[in-house]
């Protein structure tokens, strides 16, 4: 089976996690956090980075590290992973769904403009900040975005966990906003294995996170508590890890971006497939090959998957958006819809991405793309038997 995704780890890392434990320093302790701290916020262009056990904690502490809480709204885009979503709610604080654009799949902007002003004109403005997600890879258009957040004092937290490196304008994603959260979980571009990082370049917010992953202990007491905090510490044996693929992230991109092109090449003069792009402002690091079967490739989304899988290759469907999931359409987490929300469910229901490792070979992408067309030719074949015999 060709997996979806899978890890590139070397003799680098193996190299820093033994000098780790041969310093005894293996918790949250040791000079690897602290260096990739460090270079990982330099990378993103800002000036702070705190390290978390993951992506999801990272974007809990940044909403945390802004105070969002109970009676705030924060706008998500319910075309993402339900991460996002779960960060608003661990606050206390409520989330409400905006759908999607169509062509980067990104939070809609103007959808966004429309929800602020009609609550501005009821009087019940409530929304406190946004998060914007850059998704498989591509970031989203930020400039509109960042206006409408300067107009109505919103902040803003970059859901950046799938877009290490990617560029919007010639900057770095994550560190456009307020603050920035990535992930490092074992399908990034970069890993840690688990692992996550708050990024920005406030210092007042950078002070507050730090705290309070470390349970927020009194700066000048230990073991007394100013606030409630967590303990969302990421260890010096993962930073060991990371530092040594912060060192390869170039190299990672340069082959995701590869991979992509393949492909592009590969596919692009096959019907029925709408395939990713890159905008000309961005830089896509196309963490994962996502693209939409349409009705003209003669398969749904779901047979090709399932024909691809009998055929040895392994596939994801897009996440399922956030406004039909269980927890949050009753019950105590039930949402506010902004509905309706036509193109994420659209894509939702249309969109895969196929193998898209970074130990994936050309062989393989070979191999992929030739059982794409045997897939969408046999699918025709069968659509046009159907219409003869009618």
Known sequence: MIPVNEPSIGREELARVTACVKSNWISSQGKFLKE???????????????????????????????????????????????????????????????????????????????????????GTLRVKAVIPVHLYGHPMDLDPLLELARRYSLAVVEDAAEAHGAEYKGKKCGGLGDLGCFSFYANKIITTGEGGMVVTDNPRLADRARSLKDLAHDPGKRFRHIELGFNYRMTNLQAAVGIAQLKKIDRHIQQKRWMAGEYTRRLESLPGLTLPQEKSWAKNVYWMYGLLVEPEFGLTRDQLM????????????????????????????????????????????????LPSGLTLTESQIQ?????????????????EAELSRR
């Open 306 to 353: 399932a024909y691809l899988k009998e055929k040895g290759v392994d596939t994801r469907s897009f996440f399922i958006p956030m406004h039909l999931q269980p927890v949050f359409t009753q019950g105590r987490y039930k949402a506010k819809r902004n509905g309706p929300f036509p193109v994420a469910e659209e894509i939702a229901q249309k969109g895969l991405y």
């Open 36 to 122: 990739l701290e460090d270079e990982f916020a330099r990378y993103c262009g800002v000036r702070f980075g705190i390290s978390t056990t993951n992506g999801t904690a990272a974007l809990h502490l940044a909403l945390a590290a802004l105070s969002i809480g109970p009676g705030d709204e924060v706008l998500v885009p319910t075309f993402t992973m339900a991460a996002t979503a779960f960060a608003v709610c661990y606050c206390g604080a409520r989330p409400v769904f905006i759908d999607a654009e169509p062509e980067t799949f990104s939070l809609d902007v103007n959808r966004v403009a429309d929800y602020l002003r009609r609550q501005e004109k009821k």
């Open 367 to 383: 191999y992929v793309c030739r059982q794409m067309k045997k897939a969408s030719l046999a699918g025709r074949g069968q659509i």
